[in-house]
């Protein structure tokens, strides 16, 4: 464990050289960054009562900022990284399935695994919350684009990617997402349903989840996966297959889904209930793939005490499984293909690429923005040309410059208890461009009323609406 904790600090050590020098990793310093696992796997690093990391806790505060630090402390709840084994499994079962070329996806890629295992023809983007392990990734796999970000905030046009692959993180709490997790889910499942959203019609998601993704008694989450693609085939591994990785014992599951194409009916297994069995040491709760498919389960089930306490579903079985997942998947790939559920073509225009230079925007979706003589809109995450009446532009203009304005004083009263020059500066640029608006174009609040033909039952007057000018679309 402390030897875990020392290979990292040298890592960041690493990574302060490299950023001091703005230069490439040599192969030395990449075997370095190699060695990289993470905080989850030694959390106690960040426990000021455990005297075994003092000297290393102490060098480490040093090397990271305050926002790096409380990252770091922050991504010990779910930072889990894949044995590279098994990540070759995962592959060679999406090249079975017809994929071995295109966009692929690895939300949540912590050190980048998967993206140095992929094949040379992939276009590779991973999204990784922790500034340390996506710098890592980024200088071993300079090939890929490594967002720093949380997938939360990851704006990318739906159907983006041919496939998407990795290890999601777990933990019993939901990311605030109003596009892709408006039902609240847990993170796990919501990495799910993300992907398959960012994935097109015909395309593969092939991810390492949380049992309770299959296994949970509401199948509410189940239910809204169903709704965009099918479950091509699932296997369970046993709960030592990330130990030598990771440091956990967790139980996962890897789901093999494809994105159904519009119009057509579902037709891949059954996985939305959850059904009773006898195992070892009691009775519990498995999905119906896997009572259906015990084969699937690479160990023996039965009950005991688990990462979560006791009376946890557990599967006991031997740790170095990489083989018995590959021959599975082929399994599993023989079946698709039998079924018609192998990676399938395209059938609408791909996306522009350019949304895989850059890192996207950072505004929120919908933002609005002056650009030279135009006007630009976040969608999907990237800022694209908005068209807006000539009759509109000036106003727009000058409705952005008051909101730009207003949002720089907000942030700057946030920041000082005192009323500094700065404030004082804002605060008067903006009186002066709401009152030229107001000179030119009237109040905000401006509006006009519209007869709409239908009267108030109860006052016997006609009833108007109220129409407000577009502005431009200010208004949206």
């Keep these: 464990m402390v030897s875990r904790a020392r290979a990292n600090v040298e890592v960041v050590r690493c990574l302060r050289r490299l950023d001091a020098e703005q230069r490439p990793a040599t192969p030395a310093e990449q075997a370095v960054l190699a060695r ?57 079962g999406l090249g079975q399935l017809g994929f071995d070329s295109g966009r692929v996806l690895e939300p949540g890629c912590g050190a980048g695994v998967f993206l140095g295992l992929a094949p040379p023809q992939v276009e590779a ?39 998407t692959v990795g290890n999601v993180p777990f933990g019993r709490f939901a990311l605030h997402d109003p596009v892709h997790n408006r039902g609240g889910h ?3 499942n919501h990495f799910v349903v993300k992907a398959l959203h960012l994935t097109r019609p015909g395309g593969i998601v092939a991810v390492l989840t949380s049992r309770y993704t299959l296994d949970a008694r509401n199948p509410g989450v189940r239910r809204e996966i169903a709704e965009l693609g099918d479950l091509v085939g699932a296997v369970r ?95 599993v790939a023989a079946e698709a293909a039998a079924g018609g559920l192998t990676f399938g073509p395209r059938v609408d225009a791909a996306p522009d690429p350019v949304a895989l230079v850059a890192a996207g925007s950072r505004r929120p979706e919908g933002f609005l923005a002056a650009a030279g003589e135009g006007f630009t809109e976040v969608l999907g995450g990237v800022e694209t040309p908005f068209a807006v009446p000539g009759s509109q532009r000036a106003e727009l203009r000058q409705l952005l410059g008051i909101r730009d304005t207003m949002v720089g004083l907000l942030e700057a009263e946030a920041a000082s208890r005192d009323d500094s020059a700065a404030i004082v500066a804002l605060r008067g640029e903006l009186n002066d461009r709401y009152d030229t608006y107001v000179a030119a174009y009237g109040p905000l609040n401006r509006c006009t009323w519209r007869r709409t033909g239908r009267v108030d039952p109860q006052t016997g007057e006609p009833r108007l609406a109220r129409i407000q000018p577009r502005r431009g679309g200010f208004r949206s």
């Design 186 to 188: 847990s993170i796990h």
């Design 36 to 92: 990289w696992s993470g905080w989850g796997a030694v959390p106690q690093m960040f426990d000021p009562a455990d005297g075994r990391f003092a000297e290393l806790r102490g060098e480490l505060r040093g090397l990271l900022d305050a926002d790096e630090w409380q990252a770091a402390a922050r991504n010990t709840l779910n930072a889990h990284y894949t044995d590279a084994s098994l990540v070759a499994a995962i592959w060679g």
């Design 237 to 331: 591994l046993p709960e030592g297959a990330h130990r030598r990785a990771a440091g956990t014992d967790v139980v996962t599951d890897l789901l093999v889904l494809r994105r159904r194409y519009p119009g057509d009916p579902p037709r891949g297994a059954p996985f939305e209930q959850v059904q009773a069995v006898d195992v070892a040491g009691g009775r519990a709760e498995i999905n119906e793939y896997f009572a259906a498919h015990p084969d699937r389960v690479l160990g023996e089930l039965y009950v005991g005490r688990g990462v979560y306490g006791d009376g946890e579903l557990l599967v006991a079985g031997d740790p170095e499984v990489a083989g018995r997942l590959a021959d599975t998947l082929a399994e």
């Design 125 to 163: 983007v991973g999204v990784e919350l922790d500034p340390t392990t996506a710098a890592v990734a980024a200088a071993l796999y300079p090939d890929a684009q490594v967002r720093c970000e949380s997938f939360a905030d990851t704006r990318i046009p739906e159907g983006f990617f041919d496939a």
